[in-house]
């Protein structure tokens, strides 16, 4: 079955039909479309799979229509739950309105100097990253979180290049190590995952309409464009928020409306003064949601000296579907690093 009869019979299904996310919209099937194809990896006009793509397919699973957890390729040895990354302290606190202190970030970053430029580029961003959904050589490893570390840079001529390596897999036990070593150390550090570099016009980003305005409105409005905010809520703005840093460095005043955007949401929480996986000091925000079928919190943790989104994780909170994992379990997460 090739992946637009897979989406097709996806569609048929409707298997989120009984969920407060609601049937899948084109964009989240566009995004499972690329998910599922082989190819995607060499398309240049998605480089970035939105965060909702997995977890569309989570719902699909529960409802057990379609299920996009491959079936472990290293045989019956493998751990019966998968290898996920430790949480981090105070994620799953229950946190108070966030409203002052996202106003109070808004304030410092509206004055920072770091990325100052007009949006127009060069970009150079840098991330690792984790989710669930990763795969080496087109395989899904249970038996170790292997993250990967992005490079990307794009110009104002939409020429560019991106390497992604694999980073130092985290292996939850023993036993998860012995298995990983047994099927020949899938995604060792330092394997490379994709080398790709594109000449003028060849790369296409999320957020075309460069440089963004910093006006409330009107950048709420841009991040409507690819994202369904008004339909999917805050989890879904999170997620626009997310897609932008992934492929960008906001500068002072749009970072500062961001963090006004997200000041306006009631269902915001603060978590207070944390620590991401990087080992900076953060300052921790939470929404939690059932944004694509079972109950989660997103997390995203921003610098408390610029206002710049520094991590983003999200988090099974009580239901693990047909996923395999253990709840609380971290399904995702995403560092973002200054460019070198």
């Known amino acids: ?43 240049p006009s998605r480089q970035w799979v939105s965060r909702r793509t997995l977890l569309v397919g989570v719902a699909a699973a529960t409802a057990g229509a379609v299920c996009l957890v491959v079936t472990d390729p290293f045989g019956s040895t493998s751990p019966a739950v998968a290898a996920t990354p430790p949480l981090i302290d105070s994620v799953l606190n229950g946190g108070r309105p966030a409203k002052d202190g996202l106003y109070r970030l808004a304030a410092i970053a509206e004055k920072g100097t770091e990325f100052p430029g007009d949006g127009r580029g060069p970009h150079v961003v840098r991330t690792e990253s984790w989710s669930l959904s990763t795969r080496i050589d087109g395989r899904q490893i249970r038996s170790a979180v292997v993250p990967e570390i992005t490079e990307l840079t794009w110009n104002a001529d939409r020429s560019g290049h991106i390497a992604v390596r694999t980073g130092k897999p985290y292996l939850p036990s023993a036993d998860y190590q012995a ?24 790369y296409t980003p999320m957020f075309t309409n460069v440089p963004l305005p910093s006006d409330n409105d009107r950048l709420l409005a841009t991040l409507k464009a690819g994202h369904p905010i008004d339909k999917l809520g805050t989890g879904e703005l999170a997620v626009a928020i997310n897609d932008l840093y992934n492929e960008s460095h906001p500068g002072p005043a749009v970072r500062a409306s961001l963090l006004r955007l997200l000041a306006a949401r009631p269902d915001v929480v603060s978590l207070g003064q944390m620590t991401d996986r990087a080992g900076r000091p953060v300052e921790g925000f939470a929404i939690d949601s059932a944004l694509t079928g079972l109950p989660q919190r997103q997390i995203m943790m921003f610098s408390p000296m610029t206002g710049t989104l520094l991590a983003a994780e999200e988090i099974l909170t009580k239901d693990a579907g047909k996923l395999g994992v253990r709840i609380p379990s971290v399904i995702s997460y995403r560092l973002y690093f200054p460019a070198r």
Do not use: C, H, Y
């Open 1 to 43: 079955m090739n992946s637009v009869d897979s989406i097709e019979t996806l569609r048929r299904a409707d298997p989120a039909g009984k969920i407060p996310d609601g049937p899948l919209d084109e964009r989240a099937r566009e995004d499972l479309a690329e998910f599922l194809s082989e190819a995607s990896a060499e398309t």
């Open 179 to 202: 298995t990983w070593k047994d099927a020949g150390s899938p995604g060792k550090s330092g394997t490379v995952v994709r080398d790709e570099t594109w000449q003028q016009g060849g």
